[in-house]
């Protein structure tokens, strides 16, 4: 990922407030189309420029040519209240984050994500590293905004269940369960993806807790009720994999090593 400093000067009479919120929505617009990624962006203004920074999957993934309608359109709100176009500056190569996937065309991907994980929700199955969404077809009106919001979702309820201390069980459900509302949303859109990018595109399902090793061994697919037990662990994660319905999940977190 690239660090980038974003610099918005002002060319007329403008109030903060004003400004702010065009950059803002601008903002939104770049990170709902894959652009940039991460939830926080701190704003500073000094001499009439305004600066943040951002962090960007790919050196380029800040081109014109990835931008969707709606970033069109905030760049446009932008000159509404009297700032000039964004000047980006690379700052260079983010070294805490994960690298973006080089694939063009991944043999199979995975939606997944965590409570500390901002990058794409989109994984490459062979080398688990996120797909930067831009380079993507549109999942919906436009960018990709439904996949982040399912990703927002999904965090939340994984931070809730690890932390344990309120609503721990409806979350756990929402993420493990394939009748919840969480489910049918994600794997809505991992239809999608897969249509869109004709690449077979799998769902993660969370598994914690049962009864015993054997019993989580040996548990068929929730879906199917087929038999979707892998050799190997892939990634140290996904432990079972069924590939009529497109489910991937792991050893209940309870019982592996
Ligand atoms: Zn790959
Ligand atoms: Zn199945």
Redesign the pocket.
């Known amino acids: 990922m690239f660090l980038y400093e974003v610099r918005f000067e002002c060319y007329s009479d403008t109030t903060i407030s004003q400004a702010e919120k065009a950059i803002n929505a601008l903002l939104d617009c770049w990170r709902y189309n894959g652009q940039i990624i991460g939830r926080e962006f701190p704003l500073v203004l000094k001499e009439a420029v305004f600066a943040c920074r951002v962090v960007s999957p790919l050196q380029d993934s800040l081109l014109e040519k990835y931008q969707s309608n709606q970033v069109k359109r905030a760049k446009q709100g932008l000159h509404d209240v009297g700032l000039l176009s964004p000047k980006l500056k690379l700052l260079g190569r983010d070294i805490n984050s994960d690298d973006s996937?080089?694939?063009h065309t991944?043999k199979w991907q995975v939606l997944y994500t965590n409570y500390l994980q901002t990058c794409s929700p989109l994984r490459?199955g062979?080398?688990f590293?996120p797909i930067p969404l831009h380079r993507l077809p549109a999942v919906a009106n436009g960018d990709h905004k439904q996949l982040i919001k399912w990703q927002e979702d999904w965090s939340a309820c994984d931070q809730l269940q690890m932390n344990g201390s309120i609503l721990e069980h409806g979350a756990l459900n929402e993420i493990s369960q394939i009748n919840s509302r969480l489910f049918r949303r994600g794997y809505d859109l991992c239809k999608r993806l897969e249509y869109l990018t004709q690449v077979p595109t799998y769902y993660y399902l969370y598994r914690v807790g049962g009864d015993n090793l054997m019993s989580e061994q040996t548990r068929s697919c929730p879906s199917c009720g087929g038999d979707w037990r892998l050799e190997h662990s892939v990634h140290d994660i996904f432990d079972f994999k069924c590939d009529n319905c497109r489910l991937v999940s792991n050893l209940s977190w309870d019982f592996k090593s």
């Open positions: 996937d080089e694939c991944p490459c062979e080398h590293t």
